[in-house]
T-cell receptor, first 114, second 113 residues
Framework: GESVGLHLPTLSVQEGDNSIINCAYS??????FIWYKQESGKGPQFIID?????DKRQGQRVTVLLNKTVKHLSLQIAATQPGDSAVYFC?????????????FGKGTKLSVKP | DGGITQSPKYLFRKEGQNVTLSCEQN?????MYWYRQDPGQGLRLIYY???????QKGDIAEGYSVSREKKESFPLTVTSAQKNPTAFYLC????????????FGPGTRLTVL
């Protein structure tokens, strides 16, 4: 089955710097990928998603990169702000196969220093 | 959170009691999910429902039960058989089972006294 791993459980950056959060997955058949942001005591908030037919997708201050060759996913946050402090986690699905559920990573806690 | 409500926000239970967590949505989404989140852990799937009057067990269904009598509602009962129920419980919805992302509610924190 699918497993989703994390490169770093915590990340500390200076306000204004760019942040990069990484995620690895195991199933090469995975075809849908999502990044969520979760603030303390709240439910996860959708940030951005990407399908396996794309390598890159950009949103407002965020970019998701997908490298299917090494089964790696990253979230880049430009000009990180204190409000970006939260836990970020990726989720992976294989919608083309029989398993339509998401598999979640454990999350990276991002701390932004003023 | 928009369109997904969970109640109560905090819930305290004595050992041996059953408690029911509410999840309501007005997004007209077909699929609904219940997850459990423990500190430092990823989300674990308890139960999910693709359509009304149908639901399936997830990875950690033991000690939990659900119903899906209405499209808008997917309540979760934590029974006394659940050995370690203290956790943060999250409800999520998706437009259809095999498409698009899942959107989460604000969560219910359950504590067993």
């Amino acid at each position: 089955g699918e497993s989703v791993g994390l490169h770093l459980p915590t990340l500390s950056v200076q306000e204004g710097d760019n942040s990069i959060i990484n995620c690895a997955y195991s199933n090469s058949a995975s075809d849908y990928f999502i990044w969520y942001k979760q603030e303390s005591g709240k439910g996860p908030q959708f940030i951005i998603d990407i399908r396996s037919n794309m390598d890159k997708r950009q949103g407002q201050r965020v970019t998701v990169l997908l490298n299917k060759t090494v089964k790696h996913l990253s979230l880049q946050i430009a000009a990180t702000q204190p409000g970006d402090s939260a836990v970020y986690f990726c989720a992976v699905a294989n919608y083309g196969g029989s398993q339509g559920n998401l598999i979640f990573g454990k999350g990276t806690k991002l701390s932004v220093k003023p | 959170d928009g369109g997904i409500t969970q109640s109560p926000k905090y819930l305290f239970r004595k050992e041996g009691q059953n408690v029911t967590l509410s999840c309501e949505q007005n997004l007209n989404h077909d699929a609904m999910y219940w997850y459990r989140q423990d500190p430092g852990q990823g989300l674990r799937l308890i139960y999910y429902s693709q359509i009304v009057n149908d639901f399936q067990k997830g990875d950690i269904a033991e000690g939990y039960s659900v119903s899906r009598e209405k499209k808008e509602s997917f309540p979760l009962t934590v029974t006394s058989a659940q050995k370690n129920p203290t956790a943060f419980y999250l409800c999520a919805t998706r437009l259809a089972f095999s498409t698009d992302t899942q959107y989460f509610g604000p969560g219910t924190r359950l504590t067993v006294l």
